[in-house]
């Protein structure tokens, strides 16, 4: 899991078996601290994909009683229980194994290759083994990304996959 550390771990730990147990998939969770009201979101979905704004409801009951009742986050708080979006983020090894052949963008901490910032076909998940990302960057250009380095990593819907084959453009010729 890339980097959840602290108190988002916590809260993953405790939250993750109950969403797995309603027949969901965490996807990702992150806490802001705020002044007078913190926020908490909950990004969750179904194994298969496509969850429902009723569904995402019925888990914000079922999580906020849960978080009451272990009184896991101090003060003020919102919390927000919704679907990935389409820009989903990676966040477990397995959503990097299922976005092989597909376009993502992704953020290093640390430069790799002189750059923080890539977006490119993913080409391999875990390199050997090795714990490396392979992503074709365009213009022949393939980078090695360390699984370490990666801060954050998101899917990209392309043209093709929203509208299916073919452009927007060529569908309204028709």
């Known amino acids: 899991m890339l980097k959840k550390k602290g108190f988002v771990l916590e809260l993953w730990k405790l939250l993750d078996p109950v969403v797995q147990a309603e027949g969901y998939e965490l996807v ?5 601290r705020g002044k007078k009201a913190s926020q908490v979101r909950i990004f969750v979905d179904r194994p298969e994909g496509g969850i429902g704004v009723d569904e995402c409801s019925r ?5 906020g009683n849960l978080l009451e009742v272990e009184d896991s986050v101090k003060g003020a708080y919102r919390l927000e229980v ?25 953020k290093c ?11 490119g076909t ?3 998940a875990n390199d050997d083994g ?6 074709d960057c365009g213009e022949d250009e393939t980078v090695r990304i360390p699984w370490d380095c990666i801060a954050r990593a998101n899917l990209v819907f392309t043209t093709e996959e929203l509208f299916g084959h073919g452009s ?7």
């Open 28 to 32: 990702d969770l992150d806490f802001v």
């Open 59 to 63: 888990l914000s009951h079922v999580l």
């Open 82 to 106: 919704s679907s990935p979006g389409i820009d989903r983020p990676l966040v477990k090894e397995k959503d990097f194994e299922r976005a092989v052949q597909r376009t993502i963008t992704l």
């Open 109 to 119: 901490d640390v430069p790799v290759d002189g750059r923080r910032n890539f977006k």
């Open 122 to 124: 993913l080409l391999d």
């Open 130 to 135: 090795k714990g490396t990302l392979v992503m």
């Open 168 to 174: 927007a453009s060529k569908k309204a010729d028709a």
